[in-house]
């Protein structure tokens, strides 16, 4: 599945912005969808994840009641909705998916497929 994340830019601390993650290929309603991030001079981390149906999720503590991450498999679209952004969540965003069978939302290793980054920048 071929992976293409969008809808980064600049925005003030407290702003929102929505990143959108549109797959083409294989059926993206097969896999578990995943955001990470890599801030300047740190490690890639995870942001969020979601199960195929979409009724399920989880999120990393820091982003926790700030951001949603849903699915339209309709679309083949995931998308991170990321409300009272601060100085801190600045970094590239990528989006990914993976077998939900097989390794661990959390750890980007499980992550077979990868979209190119988008990046978020938040002006303190």
């Known amino acids: 599945v071929q992976l293409q994340a969008s809808g980064g830019g600049l925005v003030q601390a407290g702003g929102s912005l929505r990143l959108s993650c549109t797959a083409s290929?294989?059926?993206?309603?097969?896999?578990?969808g995943g955001w990470f991030r890599r801030a300047p001079g740190k490690e890639r981390e995870f942001v969020a994840a979601?199960?195929?149906?979409?009724?399920?999720?989880w999120y990393a503590d820091s982003v926790k009641g700030r951001f949603a991450i849903s699915r339209d498999n309709a679309k083949n679209t995931m998308y991170l909705q990321m409300n009272s952004l601060k100085f801190e969540d600045t970094a590239v965003y990528f989006c990914a998916a993976r077998d939900p069978y097989t390794g661990t939302y959390y750890n980007p290793i499980s992550y077979a497929y990868w979209g190119q980054g988008t990046q978020v920048t938040v002006s303190s």
């Open positions: 979601i199960i195929p149906s979409g009724t399920g999720n």
């Open positions: 290929g294989r059926t993206f309603s097969s896999y578990t």
